[in-house]
């Protein structure tokens, strides 16, 4: 079974900065892709940025220049630094796994989601 485990969430002024980041855990051998999506209260849920096996990311406009996604493929985690922060940068955060490989199976998984939340 594969469980996604985020962390370093929480509130931050506007312009300032905050790090998330994302464990992979299970008998996974391979993982395609890993990312960040949100989802703010009343909104439908977003890509923020994603990454590849080979570093290439992928950001939302939106994020373009603030924020960087990041990856280590030998320990199956992705982080996300995300600086000069908007209050319109408040939103549950996700964590996902695309094509992912494990001794049994294959498939998508998403994190439980942490809180980001940005005070004017």
């Known amino acids: 079974q594969v469980q996604l485990v985020e962390s370093g969430g929480g509130l931050v002024q506007a312009g300032g900065s905050l790090r998330l980041s994302c464990a992979a855990s299970?008998?996974?051998?391979?993982?395609?892709?890993m990312g960040w999506y949100r989802q703010a209260p009343g909104k439908e849920r977003e890509l923020v940025a994603t990454?590849?096996?080979?570093?290439?990311?992928n950001y939302a406009d939106s994020v373009k220049g603030r924020f960087t996604i990041s990856r280590d493929n030998a320990k199956n985690t992705v982080s996300l630094q995300m600086n000069s922060l908007k209050p319109e940068d408040t939103a549950v955060y996700y964590c996902?796994?695309?094509?992912?490989?494990?001794?049994?199976?294959?498939?998508?998984?998403w994190g439980q989601g942490t809180q980001v939340t940005v005070s004017a």
């Open positions: 996902t796994a695309h094509g992912v490989v494990t001794r049994t199976a294959a498939g998508d998984y």
């Open positions: 299970g008998s996974i051998f391979e993982i395609r892709t």
């Open positions: 990454i590849i096996k080979n570093s290439n990311a």
